[in-house]
């Protein structure tokens, strides 16, 4: 009987002890909700972004050498990041990438910032602009400077051990162009991107290696036109680069930039326009609509597969699966290009198995084009 009671008084004891830790659980949790909700609120604030985004832009311009702004900053809970109105500019102090809107959705938080690593599971790119630029006396792009300078070696020794690791797992574009004006050479390119999505593979900063697994781009537009030119400025310029041996030219551009290779498996590009324009040579189109003009060309329905392709340096090597587009002008169709292996650099250009089809012809071919001194030398091998 004795014992019996003794549990009795037992039970009381035990069930105030898991109320009172179920109270002090409910308490810590409760505080920690309202620190999370104070500091979102904080984070959310015009006075704190008021405060906080000049010094953080500032200190980071100041440490690439080169004006960085943003007006907004909405923060999800950690983890996602909203940039309104994010603008970078060159050396020059124009604009070098502007995005009205951009979104990094974050895999473990911020948090992830403090073990030097950043893993994003989307990064969304809404009107944005990036802008190259190269004037009549200088020899590099805008963009060229402007990564060499914030890119620029330094001492080893002062390296630290652990680098930045960063984890892209895909990035997805709306409404956004990249504009190219080049006065040394005469020419506007420009590429308006509807919409595109790029899968990643992942992104060595380290071994300066970026993986893609898939480019799938809808609506793609681009255009070329020439302008007038200083011909003697730009003759200048090609006997510069003409007279550069292999070694001048890898110690040249190591200097200037670290290049990244791109390892991209698929591509597929679908329903692209085609532009060209070149009013330098011919200011008006002279010859009849109904005759293909290289110099003048309107191309539409482009539909472009491509497979295996790496880029490093001004070298590319991969496989085009096919190419289909129609001329208005002329009406001509290109029913499919094929390339069994592409193999590009600076001195030449090399097409394995060629299939070009048109409505009305066949024809296959091996063509090699190799440049020497900007005199180009033109083989071709018939295999049909």
Not at 90 to 112: A, P, R
Not at 178 to 183: F, Y
Not at 205 to 230: H, M, P, Q, W, Y
Request: proline share 2%; glycine share 4%; charged share 25%.
């Amino acid at each position: 009987m004795e014992e019996k009671q003794q549990a009795k008084e037992q039970k009381p004891k035990k069930s105030r002890a898991r109320r009172g830790l179920k109270g002090f659980l409910w308490t810590v949790l409760s505080l920690l909700l309202v620190f999370l909700v104070i500091l979102y609120l904080i984070l959310q604030s015009n006075r704190f972004q008021n405060w906080a985004i000049p010094k953080i832009t500032d200190a980071i311009s100041n440490k690439i050498g080169s004006p960085i702004q943003i007006k907004h900053v909405d923060i999800d809970i950690m983890q996602r990041i909203v940039l309104d109105s994010f603008l970078v500019k060159d050396l020059n102090q124009d604009t070098l990438f502007y995005s009205e809107k951009l979104s990094i959705g974050l895999k473990h938080g911020l948090i992830s910032l403090f073990y030097n690593s950043l893993s994003v599971n989307q990064l969304k790119i809404d009107k944005a602009k990036f802008r190259l630029s190269r004037g009549p006396d200088d020899y590099d792009t805008s963009s060229k400077k402007y990564f060499a300078h914030v890119f620029k070696k330094k001492d080893n020794s002062k390296k630290k051990k652990n680098g930045f690791d960063l984890d892209v797992k895909s990035v997805l574009i709306n409404n956004s162009k990249i504009e190219k004006i080049d006065t040394l050479k005469g020419e506007i390119m420009l590429w308006d991107i509807p919409t595109a999505e790029i899968a990643l593979n992942g992104i060595s900063i380290e071994n300066k290696n970026i993986d893609v697994a898939s480019l799938n781009v809808d609506g793609l537009g681009f255009s070329l036109e020439t302008f007038n030119r200083d011909e003697q400025k730009y003759l200048d310029w090609t006997d510069w680069v003409n007279n550069l041996d292999s070694l001048e030219v890898i110690r040249f551009e190591e200097e200037s930039i670290p290049y990244f290779s791109i390892n991209l498996e698929h591509a597929n590009i679908k329903n692209a326009t085609f532009s060209m324009h070149q009013h330098r040579q011919e200011p008006i189109r002279l010859k009849a609509l109904d005759e293909l003009d290289y110099r003048h060309m309107e191309v539409e329905n482009i539909d472009l597969q491509l497979e295996h392709i790496f880029f490093i340096d001004n070298s590319c090597t991969g496989q085009l699966k096919s190419l289909s587009c129609k001329e208005n002008a002329s009406g001509f169709e290109l029913k499919n290009l094929c390339i069994d292996s592409i193999s590009v650099d600076r001195r030449k250009m090399a097409l394995i198995d060629v299939e070009f089809q048109s409505d009305k012809s066949f024809v296959g071919d091996t063509l090699y084009f190799c440049i020497m001194n900007s005199k180009i030398h033109f083989y071709i091998i018939i295999i049909i």
